[in-house]
C-alpha cells in the first residue's frame, strides 16, 4: 500500500502526446506533467510517426517522465484491403478499432515494465488496452474514459441516412456496448472527464467507482491571445481525423457557412486542424470565403483574429477542451447542445447554444452583428473556465482519485477476464 505521498504510475495511451494537437493529448500532456512533479510517472505508447515519438520523448523527458514508444504500426483506414477488414469484423465480438489497435509489443512493453520495478498503479488512456492489463497481478488499474465511445457510435447511427453504413454503424455501437461495459467493470477505477459522462457510465454501465476530473485548460498560455477581431470571421478548430469533427466540418460547409453568407456576404470562414483529408482540402479550394489550415503550430493568431468560434457537432461525447480555450482567450462561441455537452456552462450568460445545426446560422449571424454583447459573454465565460478548469486544480483532483483507488484496493482481488 502506497502511504500517499509518493507513487510510481504506469500510464499507457493509444499514442503520443505531442504535438498538443488534439483533446486527448492535451489533456494527458497537462496532467502528466503536473504529477510528474511528485510522482515517478513511465509513460507507454505506440508511436509510429518518428517526428511526433521525437517530439513526445524530448518534451517528456524534459519533466523527468520516462517515455517508452513502441512501434508497430497499424492496418490503414483506406484502400481495399480496409473495406476487407471491416467485412470481416462483422464476424468478431469486438469492435473494428478494438482490433485495429491491437498491440502484441505493446502488451509485452507492458509486462516488462511492470516486472521491472514495483508498479503501485497502472492509468490507461485508451480503454481496450486495459484488456492487456489483466495480465498483470498485483496492480491496480485505473481507466480514463475520455468519452462514452458506445455513445458516440449511437450518435452516429441516428446521424447516418445510407442505409448500408447505418446498419453497419448499429453493429459497432452494439459491440461498444458489450465492450465498454466488460472493461470499466474489470477496471479499479474509472476516471470520466465530465459529470455527465460519469453519470452515463454509472446509469448505463453499472459503474461502481468512477470519479470525475474534468478536462481543463492552460488559462495563462490562452490569456496571451492578442490581435485585431474580425467581427465576420468564423473559426472552426478541431483536430481532423475523427469522425464527429469531421461531420461537424461538413455540416459547417453544407449548410451552416451558406446559410450565413446569405445573411453577411461579407463572412469568412477559417477551419483549423490537424491532418485534413484530401477530400476536405478539395471541398475547400472550391468554396468561396473559406480558408484551410492543418497541423499548426500554435493555434492562437487565429483565435485572436476570429470573432466567434463555431462548434457545430452532432456527435460527441467527454467535454470540448476548444471550448474553454476560446472562452479563456476571450473568444465568443457558439455551439450545438451537443458541442458544449460536459461543460458547467451556461447558455446565454457565457456563450450562445443552440439545439442542433440548423439553428447555428442564425445564431452566429447575431454574434456577427452584435460582437459587443457576444465579447460581455465571453469575458463572464473566461472567469468560470479561470476558477474551475484550471490544470493545476485538476491534476489533484487525478492524485486523490489514484490515492482513493490504492486506499480500497485489495491485493489479489483480481476481477473476471474478459471474453473475446
Request: aromatic letters at 6%.
Amino acid at each position: 500500500m502506497n502511504d500517499g505521498t509518493f507513487m510510481n504510475i504506469l500510464l499507457v495511451s493509444a499514442g503520443p502526446c505531442c504535438p498538443p494537437t488534439a483533446g486527448n493529448r492535451i489533456r494527458i500532456l497537462n496532467l502528466m506533467v503536473r504529477l510528474a512533479r511528485r510522482h515517478r510517472i513511465t509513460f507507454i505508447c505506440c508511436a509510429t510517426d518518428p517526428g511526433e515519438a521525437a517530439e513526445t520523448r524530448s518534451c517528456l523527458g524534459d519533466h523527468g517522465i520516462e517515455t517508452i514508444l513502441v512501434t508497430d504500426p497499424r492496418p490503414p483506414k483506406h484502400g481495399p484491403l480496409f473495406y476487407a477488414r471491416l467485412a470481416a469484423n462483422l464476424l468478431s465480438s469486438l469492435p473494428y478499432s478494438v482490433r485495429r489497435y491491437e498491440s502484441a509489443k505493446l502488451r509485452q512493453t507492458i509486462e516488462e515494465q511492470a516486472s521491472r520495478r514495483a508498479i503501485h498503479l497502472c492509468q490507461v488512456e485508451w480503454f481496450p488496452y486495459a484488456r492487456d492489463l489483466r495480465r498483470l497481478t498485483g496492480i491496480p488499474t485505473v481507466v480514463v474514459a475520455h468519452d462514452v465511445v458506445s455513445m458516440l457510435w449511437q450518435r452516429h447511427y441516428n446521424a447516418e441516412r445510407q442505409p448500408l453504413k447505418r446498419w453497419y454503424i448499429r453493429q459497432q455501437w452494439r459491440k461498444f456496448e458489450r465492450f465498454e461495459r466488460e472493461v470499466y467493470a474489470d477496471a479499479d477505477r474509472v476516471v470520466a472527464v465530465s459529470p455527465e459522462d460519469a453519470r452515463i457510465l454509472s446509469e448505463r454501465m453499472g459503474v461502481a467507482a468512477v470519479d470525475v476530473v474534468d478536462n481543463g485548460v492552460d488559462k495563462d498560455y490562452f490569456a496571451a491571445v492578442s490581435g485585431q477581431r474580425e467581427p465576420g470571421r468564423i473559426l472552426f478548430l478541431g483536430t481532423l481525423e475523427s469522425r464527429p469533427n469531421l461531420d461537424a466540418v461538413r455540416q459547417m460547409l453544407d449548410r451552416v457557412f451558406p446559410a450565413v453568407l446569405a445573411q453577411e456576404p461579407s463572412a469568412r470562414l477559417c477551419i483549423v486542424g490537424r491532418n485534413p483529408p484530401d477530400w476536405l482540402r478539395r471541398r475547400v479550394r472550391d468554396c468561396n470565403g473559406v480558408q484551410l489550415h492543418g497541423s499548426v503550430a500554435d493555434v492562437r493568431p487565429f483565435m485572436g483574429q476570429s470573432g466567434v468560434m463555431a462548434v457545430p457537432l452532432r456527435i460527441g461525447g467527454g467535454s470540448r477542451i476548444k471550448i474553454l480555450e476560446a472562452l479563456s482567450a476571450g473568444l465568443p462561441v457558439v455551439s450545438t447542445r451537443i458541442g458544449v455537452e460536459g461543460l458547467s456552462l451556461t447558455p446565454g450568460e457565457h456563450l450562445d447554444v443552440v439545439e442542433d445545426c440548423t439553428a447555428l446560422a442564425g445564431a452566429l449571424v447575431k454574434v456577427i452583428r452584435n460582437p459587443e454583447r457576444a465579447c460581455h459573454m465571453a469575458e463572464r465565460g473566461r472567469q468560470v473556465v479561470r476558477k474551475r478548469y484550471d490544470w493545476d486544480v485538476l491534476a489533484d483532483k487525478l492524485e486523490q482519485s489514484w490515492q482513493e483507488t490504492l486506499r480500497r484496493w485489495v491485493p489479489g482481488d483480481k476481477k473476471s477476464e474478459l471474453t473475446g
